[in-house]
């Protein structure tokens, strides 16, 4: 279990002040147990099934955790009805192929006035979930948890907890955990029993379809429609207009829009032609011939040695190769 989904369930549980006898109903390992949390940790009288053969009795303080292997599509060999106090499942029921039956029996073994706390992953609106994806191309795109712990059968809208999973029971809290997200549903019991199911016409009038709210909105806007079309009925006629016929009527602002777009782009292509003339009367001319730039005042003299310079250097070059005569060499 995510710890951020624990620690919801921890939470609604000191909210709604859950009081025992305790049942979860799945419980994989003792570290995913919801009875593990801090809120039921210590109390007396907690059960916990699953059809597996593990135990979670490891700990000490885990001792009072009572395991019971069984299936929870029937449970009638096992618990009474009306036994426990709350009853806890979390990521069970989409496992689960007949999950109905396994809801059927944590209604029966629930006591008038006790309370149902499950969850299950779901798939939601992304407005809800605030993601950053393409509004336009995924306009009506859920998200939701991948397949997981096979065998994985059932994913859940909020519609269905509402009027599937808590049906019968008095909704408290609904409420969606994680990005990838998994609802947490929070219901009562009644006192004097389950309450009776809706019936298939109450819950149109209840949840109107989505087509009908649309007829209401066009239905709405009727009115106002109508009452456009008498204004431009009513309208004087201009009668030199008529006869001109439709060349002389009045452009409306789109079409003014297409022609002062269109000018423009002729504009432009205009001044492109002209920059190509341009260009190649430019290269068709002669090339005019380009005098070298005039040095600077005093640059020459810098770069140009001096003529009586190059003559000291001539007569030194010279005087070194005369200065080695034969009697110098025999030496």
Known sequence: ?????????????????MSGPFLEVGVGNREAAILSGSYFLGRPERFATNLSDKEILEEPEQASIQFIRCNSNDMRAVFAEGQFGTVLSNAVIEHDKYFWRS??????????????AIGAPAYVPRTQLKDTLDETRLSKATITMDLHAM???????????????????????????????????VARKPLNGL???????????????????????????????????????????????????????????????????????????????AKKLAREARLQAPEATVAPPAP??????????????????????????TAKTPEDAEG
């Open 1 to 17: 279990m995510h710890p951020k989904v624990n620690s919801t369930y921890q939470r609604l549980a000191e909210k709604y002040e």
């Open 103 to 116: 809801l059927d029996e944590m209604k029966r073994i629930l006591a008038p006035g006790g309370i149902l």
């Open 151 to 185: 065998p994985d059968y059932w994913r859940f809208s909020r519609m269905a907890f509402e009027e599937v999973i808590c049906e019968g029971l008095e909704l408290l809290e609904l409420c969606v955990v994680g990005r990838v997200p998994v609802m947490l549903a």
């Open 195 to 273: 309450l009776p199911p809706v019936a298939q016409e109450d819950r149109v009038q209840i949840y109107p379809a989505e087509e009908t709210a649309k007829v209401n909105k066009r239905e709405g806007k009727l009115p106002a429609r109508d009452a456009k079309q008498q204004r431009r009925k009513a309208r004087p006629v201009n009668v030199e207009a008529e006869a001109a016929g439709p060349a002389a009527a009045k452009p409306r602002k789109n079409h003014l829009k297409k022609e002062y777009k269109l000018q423009l782009r002729a504009e432009r292509l205009q001044a492109r032609d």
């Open 296 to 321: 600077a005042p005093g640059e020459g003299e810098k770069t140009k040695p001096s003529e009586g310079k190059i003559k000291s250097l001539l007569r030194r070059v010279q005087k070194r190769h």
